[in-house]
């Protein structure tokens, strides 16, 4: 069955409220374990299509956010998920008081169990409301995004389309592009900036409702973090500000040589070569082939996730009008489905991206069926550890993509690699002041970013653009809105990929051995376990970074020299 035959049908919320209380029921009378697992079975099978059907419409509603159905569809899991969580929270409540919790903590991993605690404390009754708001935001702010239509040189563009001009080779082009792109941010800003301030008013509402100071200790309970918490993230941020920033700093030092510059504008930033970006050769279609090439020759297990991606037509990878912002995938568990969602257009990234998800979707295929069934995703900065080691496994094959310019490609890849760690922590930064301080103004907000940008990112030059000289560049970033606190994820796993590549690099034919264990662990480990599993640094342990930065230079310096210099 293809994604498109997949049968949708809203569920029947009355009856649906009577079968979980039935099901409750029956946990509570079960006489015996076998019973009370049987019953736990039964209830993970409802609740999984429950999530199949809002996945369902939440994927159909972002493949084209005009389409009136699935946008009502989407709006009604806005307002109904609230209600059934509550219905979902008294069911693990009974869970983890009956007196076969015992012999359930012998059977399955520990961070069901930690998830369900964190869970418990994170909801109320009392802030369904909040929630239902929360996701009407949501949703709005992903709705304005897709919605942009721009106009530049002959024809209108999307947010997601203009990243191809603004690649462009000639630099005056990617000036008018990116003139046009920023030009969008700064007209709706008063809409956006309204949006967050009402995204965090509710969230530190919420967070006040269930006793909470403000949203931050209430965010790292919805994110699941089991075995850090915001001091070592505050220590991680840190050592990135000493350890990368430097480097990051004599990158882009080395980036002006190549370009002839003295200053790295905003259009300048992402032209790594006076010549031109990599770029991949070919349609969507051919892409897709040669991955499919790629991945039959990096394992059998890979060749054989993709194929069942291509068959099923689990992917939809070309940017178009109305079609929601960024990347991502998801999984349909009813149908054992992951589903890959991107916005190609025709730059480097596109090769990014498909290899990042494909990392999501081979690890979430490759850990299934599992129970409950939640557990087949680790926590975010676990499973971002797949994606992007994924995108470094898949380095010997970017001659499909790039044929001669493949060397350049892995030289820029890894150059953004680096390159993020600063924005990922700054992000996160930025996060924890907004919601330190929910009565900030929009002005207040734009000045906290452009005041921590100039701490992890010196280099940046706003010449011309209004809107991000006055600190406005995290208006388009989607988690921000969408995620709170979900984006210190990325840096955490990227660290923990250049640690594979690093190995990868040195031959050792145990890398990718221990990256497909930890893809089939899925959510049964804790952060740091599953670092241990891989035979991978802790990145808040002493010395990993300071290592780690070091063996970033000497890369630099021995295995791409070429690519560099061209």
């Known amino acids: 069955m293809t994604f498109n035959s997949f049968p949708y049908s809203r569920p029947d919320l009355e009856a649906l409220q009577t079968e979980l209380a039935s099901l409750r029921s029956s946990l509570e009378t079960a006489p015996a374990y076998d019973a009370f697992l049987q019953t736990m079975h039964q209830y993970d099978d409802l609740k999984s299509h429950v999530l199949t059907m809002t996945e369902l419409a939440a994927i159909r509603h972002t493949l084209n956010t005009e389409d009136a159905f699935y ?69 709005a702010y992903q709705n304005l995004i897709a919605s942009a239509q721009i106009p530049f040189q002959d024809r209108v563009w999307t947010l997601a389309e203009l990243e191809q001009p603004m690649n462009h080779q000639d630099p005056a082009v990617r000036k008018e592009a990116a003139l046009a792109y920023w030009g969008w941010f700064q007209e709706n800003e008063p809409q956006l900036q309204d949006l967050l301030q009402q995204l965090v008013q509710v969230r530190t509402e919420m967070a006040r409702a269930l006793g909470f100071e403000n949203y931050i200790d209430l965010g790292y309970l919805r994110m699941h973090r089991f075995d850090y918490d915001r001091q070592d993230v505050a220590v991680w941020r840190q050592q990135v500000l000493e350890e990368i920033v430097p480097l990051c700093q004599d990158l882009y030092e080395a980036q002006k040589n190549r370009l002839g510059v003295d200053t790295l504008p905003v259009w300048q930033e992402k032209a790594e070569f006076a010549d ?29 996730f993709f194929r069942e991606m291509c068959q099923r037509r689990l992917m939809d990878l070309d940017a178009r009008k109305g079609k929601a912002a960024g990347g991502y995938c998801t999984w349909l568990p009813d149908f054992q489905a992951p589903f890959i969602f991107a916005n190609s257009n025709g730059t480097q990234s596109d090769v990014e991206t498909l290899t990042h998800e494909a990392g999501h979707a081979f690890q979430v295929w490759s850990s299934t069926p599992c129970f409950p069934a939640s557990l087949a995703w680790p926590t975010n900065e676990s499973a971002e550890i797949h994606s992007m080691s994924m995108e470094f496994f898949t380095w010997p ?74 600190g406005g560049w995290w208006l388009r970033q989607l988690h921000i809105f ?3 606190f979900y984006y210190i994820d990325y840096t955490l796993a990227q660290v923990a990929a250049l640690q594979f590549l690093a190995r990868m690099l040195d031959g050792d034919e145990s890398a990718f051995a221990d990256y497909l264990r930890i893809c089939r662990l899925g ?44």
């Open 276 to 304: 031109g970006n990599p770029a991949p050769c070919g349609t969507t279609e051919q892409m897709t082939a040669r991955a499919q090439e790629m991945y039959d020759a990096l394992s059998e297990e890979t060749g054989k």
């Open 71 to 139: 946008r009502q569809e989407n709006a009604w899991f806005d307002e109904t998920m609230p209600l059934l969580e509550e219905t979902f929270q008294s069911i693990t409540d009974t869970i983890l008081k009956s007196p076969f919790a015992p012999q359930l903590k012998e059977q399955l991993p520990e961070t069901w169990f930690l998830a369900a605690e964190m869970d418990r404390r994170s909801f109320s009754p009392a802030i369904i409301g909040h929630l239902q708001k929360e996701a009407a935001l949501s949703t």
């Open 397 to 470: 094959w970017m001659e499909l993509f790039f044929k001669d310019q493949a060397d350049r490609y892995r030289f820029v890849h890894l150059s953004g690699a680096v390159k993020f760690l600063p924005y990922g922590v700054l992000v996160d930064h930025f996060q924890h002041e907004v919601y330190a301080h929910p009565d900030w103004d929009a002005k207040q907000r734009n000045a906290c970013w452009r005041r921590l940008e100039k701490q992890y990112l010196p280099h940046k030059d706003y010449s011309g653009i209004d809107v991000l000289e006055r």
């Open 482 to 484: 969408m995620d709170p």
């Open 523 to 566: 959510g049964s480990l804790c952060y740091r376990q599953l670092l241990k599993e891989a035979g991978l640094q802790v990145p808040f342990d002493d010395g990993c970074l300071q290592e780690t930065a070091a063996t970033l230079r000497q890369w630099f310096e021995t295995h791409m020299p070429e690519a560099a210099s061209r």
